[in-house]
């Protein structure tokens, strides 16, 4: 066996493999499978009740919270269209006006979006407060003693 | 000798743990939790590279048949499986507080699974044939096919929407993070591809051992 060729079933294998990857590149660049729409997007071929994801930045000064009755309101934008989007529930500690979001749920017929899962979403950057290289220890004994803010 | 680098990976380790806790500053945006990526970082860059092990050898060893080839995939395939369940845990964990979710089916999480799975199908693999040298040669092309996939992880964020974040680091620029993040990163790289680098000389020798024991 030492040193024959690769048999002729490993080789369909892996060319199923490649075939399979392939597709998965073609259909992420052509955006033909898409993990979360643009609010754009659902404007054009929105359906009632189907289950979407929708994906945008929160409007500044759209974000309406209630702690209360845990009624949470705000829009959803990609600088072109807006989508009204409706949650009960809190949201997770990133979710803020002028940052990113992405949210499960359906499209009503009353003409808002009502979410079951809101899902922050982050930058790549990394901050320092005011970005100084200073020694980290007292703040984050601070924070543990939560006496911050 | 292996024992050495188990010292040295220790003290590495131990210096990456001062770097995340008492150098790096508590982040802006996201405060304390941010610190889970002083392991969730190193810990996907050292399976990568663990990967990249198990590619060379399984193809070493598809050429050459040596055992010493497959001992070394082998070896590297098991400690690359650690370190990616680690890294997939702590983001896991790290995506609860700020995502608001444990696990999401996006690009980058579902590329990372597959990743996984297929390592995980190469410990199996190995097992399903009572022929030794069968199992080995099984799994040299799932470990080859396991390891191609990388790239695909890495650019995932870029080819496709996900939730997950663009690299911070490992990306043409400079970094998008304060240079006492970067720097407490790098360490806890270093620690933990020692570490890694000694979990995979342990394994080697008990893979031999166990060989010679059997021969």
Same mark, same amino acid.
């Not at chain 1, 209630?66 to 809190?90: I, M, N, Y």
């Given at each position: 066996?030492?040193?024959?060729?690769?048999?002729?079933?490993?080789?369909?294998?892996?060319?199923?493999?490649?075939?399979?990857?392939? /597709?998965?590149?073609?259909?992420?660049?052509? =955006?033909?499978?898409? /993990?979360?729409?643009?609010?754009?997007?659902?404007?054009?071929?929105?359906?009632? *009740?189907?289950?979407?994801?929708?994906? *945008?930045?929160?409007?500044?000064?759209?974000?309406?919270?209630?702690?209360?009755?845990?009624?949470?309101?705000?829009?959803?934008?990609?600088?072109?269209?807006?989508?009204?989007?409706?949650?009960?529930?809190?949201?997770?500690?990133?979710? *803020?006006?002028?940052? *990113?979001?992405?949210? #499960?749920?359906?499209?009503?017929?009353?003409?808002?979006?009502?979410?079951?899962?809101?899902?922050?979403?982050?930058? #790549?950057?990394?901050?320092?407060?005011?970005?100084?290289?200073?020694?980290?220890? =007292?703040?984050?004994?601070?924070?543990?003693?939560?006496?911050?803010? | 000798?292996?024992?050495?680098?188990?010292?040295?990976?220790?003290? &590495?380790?131990?210096?990456?743990?001062?770097?995340?806790?008492?150098?790096?500053?508590?982040?802006?945006?996201?405060?304390?939790?941010?610190?889970?990526?002083?392991?969730?970082?190193?810990?996907?860059?050292? +399976?990568?590279?663990?990967?990249?092990?198990?590619?060379?050898?399984?193809?070493?060893?598809?050429?050459?048949?040596?055992?010493?080839?497959?001992?070394? !995939?082998?070896?590297?395939?098991?400690?690359?499986?650690?370190?990616? @369940?680690?890294?997939?845990?702590?983001? +896991?964990?790290?995506?609860?507080?700020?995502? &608001?979710?444990?696990?999401?089916?996006?690009?980058?999480? %579902?590329?990372?699974?597959?990743?996984?799975?297929?390592?995980? @199908?190469?410990?199996?693999?190995?097992?399903? %044939?009572?022929?030794?040298?069968?199992?080995?040669?099984?799994? !040299?092309?799932?470990?080859?096919?396991?390891?191609?996939?990388?790239?695909?992880?890495?650019?995932?964020?870029?080819?496709?929407?996900?939730?997950?974040?663009?690299?911070?680091?490992?990306?043409?620029?400079?970094?998008?993070?304060?240079?006492?993040? &970067?720097?407490?990163?790098?360490?806890?790289?270093?620690?933990?591809?020692?570490?890694?680098?000694?979990?995979? !000389?342990?394994?080697?020798?008990?893979?031999?051992?166990?060989?010679?024991? %059997?021969?």
């Amino acid at each position: 066996m030492k040193g024959l060729p690769l048999k002729p079933k490993f080789v369909a294998g892996i060319a199923v493999l490649a075939l399979a990857l392939a /597709y998965m590149i073609y259909a992420g660049v052509t =955006q033909s499978a898409v /993990y979360f729409v643009t609010p754009s997007e659902l404007h054009t071929a929105a359906k009632t *009740g189907k289950a979407y994801r929708l994906g *945008g930045m929160v409007e500044k000064g759209s974000v309406n919270w209630k702690p209360a009755t845990l009624d949470l309101r705000f829009t959803l934008s990609d600088g072109q269209a807006k989508v009204p989007v409706r949650h009960h529930g809190t949201a997770p500690d990133l979710f *803020g006006e002028g940052r *990113g979001a992405v949210v #499960e749920g359906t499209w009503m017929s009353e003409g808002y979006f009502q979410a079951t899962l809101i899902m922050a979403k982050h930058s #790549e950057e990394y901050k320092a407060p005011h970005d100084a290289a200073s020694p980290g220890y =007292q703040e984050l004994m601070k924070s543990l003693r939560s006496d911050q803010k | 000798m292996t024992r050495w680098l188990g010292v040295v990976a220790m003290l &590495g380790v131990l210096a990456g743990l001062v770097m995340a806790f008492l150098v790096a500053p508590r982040e802006m945006t996201q405060g304390n939790v941010q610190r889970i990526m002083y392991v969730h970082v190193p810990a996907v860059w050292v +399976a990568y590279l663990a990967f990249l092990v198990v590619l060379l050898g399984s193809v070493a060893y598809l050429w050459s048949r040596a055992p010493a080839a497959d001992r070394t !995939a082998h070896a590297a395939a098991e400690v690359g499986v650690v370190f990616l @369940g680690v890294n997939i845990a702590t983001g +896991a964990i790290w995506g609860k507080p700020t995502w &608001g979710t444990w696990w999401t089916w996006d690009a980058r999480l %579902t590329s990372v699974a597959v990743v996984f799975v297929i390592f995980i @199908g190469y410990l199996l693999v190995r097992q399903m %044939t009572d022929d030794p040298e069968r199992g080995a040669r099984f799994a !040299a092309v799932v470990g080859i096919v396991g390891a191609l996939n990388i790239p695909l992880v890495h650019f995932s964020v870029y080819w496709w929407r996900t939730l997950h974040q663009p690299p911070t680091f490992a990306k043409p620029g400079p970094a998008a993070a304060s240079s006492a993040i &970067g720097a407490a990163l790098l360490v806890n790289f270093v620690g933990l591809l020692l570490l890694c680098a000694y979990f995979i !000389a342990k394994r080697y020798d008990l893979l031999r051992a166990q060989q010679e024991a %059997t021969a």
